[in-house]
């Protein structure tokens, strides 16, 4: 069964600083990883997706790795502001996802 | 462009009574659609799938069973509600047979008084 970890679980930062945000997962057959990102009492919103050929996806601050050996991924957010405020939701699978419970990130101004 | 739809967007109910909940897909075919839930300091829980009208898989056993009647209509239905279905549901596409890159709805949040 597929398990899908994230650390830290929040994360609090000053605005203009780089961060890294973790996933870990259990199973390497995985189709494709997807980063979400989830304003409070929103839905989710499809940051970056890489497939299981791919190592790695860029869009605009946002760089998303992908170890599918280690079971690992990363999202690299460069120059944090304070609208990147939220939690942060990694996924794996491929038809259907399995989510981590998410990082709670907070960028002050 | 495709867009999604799920209402109401807020909902309060008593136990016992019953549920509907509706997501519609527009600008898309034959999507693969998604019901979860996500509970309060929970992760999200995926509940159905369908890859098409009438095909549904149910993923955890509950109180819950969900329809599909049109090719971009999903419905989450309950006959009686209990405490334990509180919570935030949302809804979400696929286009089969490509990345899976999946597509969330704004989100209904269910509160059983």
């Known amino acids: 069964k597929q398990e899908v970890t994230q650390i830290p679980a929040a994360l609090s930062v000053p605005e203009g600083e780089n961060l890294v945000l973790n996933c870990s997962f259990t199973?390497?057959?995985?189709?494709?990883l997807q980063w979400f990102r989830q304003d409070p009492g929103k839905g989710l919103t499809s940051l970056l997706l890489?497939?299981?050929?791919?190592r790695e996806q860029t869009s605009g601050r946002l760089n998303a790795s992908l170890d599918k050996s280690s079971g690992r991924s990363t999202l690299y957010i460069a120059a944090s502001q304070p609208g990147d405020s939220a939690t942060y939701l990694c996924?794996?699978?491929?038809?259907?996802?399995?989510f981590g419970a998410g990082t709670i990130l907070r960028v002050k101004s | 462009s495709q867009t999604i739809h799920q209402w109401p967007a807020t909902l309060v109910q008593p136990v016992g009574s019953p549920l509907s909940l509706e997501c519609t897909v527009e600008?898309?075919?034959?999507?693969?659609l998604y019901w979860y839930r996500q509970a309060a300091g929970r992760g999200l829980q995926l509940l159905f799938y369908?890859?098409?009208?009438?095909?549904i898989s149910s993923e955890v056993p509950q109180n819950l069973s969900a329809s599909r009647p049109q090719d971009r209509q999903f419905i989450l239905s309950s006959k009686k509600l209990l405490l334990s279905d509180s919570g935030f549901y949302l809804c979400?596409?696929?286009?089969?047979?490509?990345?899976?890159?999946?597509?969330f709805g704004p989100g209904t949040r269910l509160t059983v008084t």
């Open positions: 996924a794996v699978g491929g038809n259907k996802l399995v």
């Open positions: 369908s890859v098409g009208i009438g095909q």
């Open positions: 600008g898309t075919s034959n999507p693969n």
């Open positions: 199973d390497s057959a995985i189709y494709n």
């Open positions: 979400a596409w696929t286009q089969g047979g490509t990345t899976y890159e999946q597509y």
């Open positions: 890489i497939q299981s050929s791919q």
